[in-house]
């Protein structure tokens, strides 16, 4: 998924993403 080469920019993007994620996944679980 993730290219070698990319500005680092776009690995930040992704590291954001990757952590809302993660929260989401929390609270999904949480409310169960």
Known sequence: ???RGRETGQEEE?????RH???????KKAQE
């Open 1 to 3: 998924m993730l290219e």
């Open 14 to 18: 992704l590291g954001a993403w990757w």
């Open 21 to 27: 994620e993660l929260e989401r996944l929390e609270e």
